[in-house]
């Protein structure tokens, strides 16, 4: 293999798709986040049918492939692709993302509510006091791991057509009539990009360890 | 004396499972009542019920005058004067030594931040936690060490009475001593404290009032010396025997 033709296939791919990457994987994460917040709220501080409502709905949305949402979504409402594969990534990360803050924020809940009802702080207090601020905090590894998932995930945004490093690397083998050179290369910025996101939450879970929290957590 | 807290009839049920079977117990401003009890005897329950962490599903509880299992009383307000400690110390994680005592004082105290870490740095010095420590967190502290912070978080409320549930048992028996010696100075300060302990040497000092309990149900209750050396039912001298003996145990291994 050409490793100078593979250095300038990498950055071609980069300066061509990576935008896009990135774009969507932004894009997806944030609306899991607000809306896998949304639901994790409900489920932790209503409960009841509320809680039993929503763990069906993620279950449901979590038992979708990605590129069939992407599909519904696309075809469905006849929107921009880039927008649709936003929405449809994003929909899919929120039941995931609901289900990690929601874990996180039971098992702090169940430690500390308690001790914060007991200096007198009221339930909203020591949700905001207490048990907010250490779920945000647990929570960033988790949501560190999501979001390479999304990252992965976005490349098969190719299917409706968005120009990402995915498709331009696909796009560009099938102009050259040779497959091994971009795959090896959107490989590898695939790879850094990850190894770089989980070395950064590997960090973050170390300052946490100091704080106290388990391995579980 | 006044009463300052006074349960009635007091019952429980966690599924089919009666825990606390008709408690009634009152307390004096000032003393220090001890609880003992075989494991699952309800102790901890009761202690929790006391301040309304558990709701009771009978029963009411009068304190200061005022039945805090109606429905028209603020909890938290009622939850201020009130301070818990639990076995194991549940300090705040994510926060300081100190921040964990200012919290309660600027977010239910409304106290300034100023004035709020003065009254967090006073109350960490009557439990002996040096200002060395005030910065560090919970996970660096020692259990014993967290226990006090956990004390000084309670106390800097100001609260009228203090429920602790053994507070010592999550602890080596050389960091016991620093605890119980902290209970002990504030018993002598006249703190109301309900303490459930199996420490039968601090109950001896320090407690005006022992009751034990067992399945549910207050068996006896009286001063420590009745209770613990002569006690009138026979449940009760047999709990305390085996207690004792644990104790001596525990002493022998340790010289």
Known sequence: MDFNQLFQTIIFIALKGVSNTFLLSFGAFSLGLGLGSLLAFMQVLIGGFASKLIDFVTRVLRSIPPILMLFIVFYGFRINNVVAAIIGLGIISSAYQSQILRGVAEAVAARQLDAALSIGLDLWGSFRSVI????VLLSIPALLNEFTTILKDSSIAYAIGVV???TTAINLANARMEYAIPLVSVSILYIVICFGISYAASLIHRKISLLGYGESM | MKTLLQAIDIHKYFGKQHVLKGINLDVYEGETLVIIGPSGSGKSTLLRCLNLLIKPDRGRIIFDGVDITSGGVDINKVRQEI???FQSYNLFAHLTAIENVVLGLVKVKKMSREEARRVAAEALLSVGITEDLWSKYPAQLSGGQQQRVAIARAIAMNPRLLLLDEPTSALDPELTVEVLNVLEKLSEKRMTMIIVTHQLGFAMRAADEV?????????EKGPPEKILLNPE????REFVSRLME??????MRRQ
């Open chain 1, 164 to 166: 990402e490093m995915f």
């Open chain 2, 83 to 85: 301070g818990f400690v």
């Open chain 2, 233 to 236: 039912k026979e449940r009760t």
């Open chain 1, 132 to 135: 907010l601020p250490q779920v």
């Open chain 2, 246 to 251: 644990l104790y001596r145990m525990e002493r």
């Open chain 2, 211 to 219: 009751v034990f309990m067992e399945d549910g149900k207050i068996v």
